[in-house]
């Protein structure tokens, strides 16, 4: 029973190290990605995103 009990620990470590660890990826790869664009292209892609969702922006 303890050995069952264990062994979903650990799954449920793994699973929550995983988690972070790909937020921790994508957080990067985003400061990457949005630290080499050009600022022209950042302002066209937040604006397209904000008329594309609802959100009025003028």
């Known amino acids: 029973m303890t050995s069952t009990f264990n062994a979903i620990r650990s799954n449920a470590k793994a699973s929550a190290l995983l988690s972070v660890?790909?937020?921790?990826?994508?957080?990067?790869?985003?400061?990457f990605i949005a630290?080499?664009?050009q600022?022209?292209?950042l302002h066209d892609?937040?604006?397209d995103v904000?008329?594309?969702?609802?959100?009025p922006c003028h």
Do not use: D, E, M, P
């Open 35 to 37: 630290g080499h664009a």
């Open 21 to 31: 660890l790909f937020v921790a990826v994508l957080g990067g790869a985003t400061l």
């Open 45 to 47: 892609a937040a604006h």
């Open 39 to 41: 600022s022209a292209a």
């Open 50 to 55: 904000r008329h594309a969702t609802g959100f």
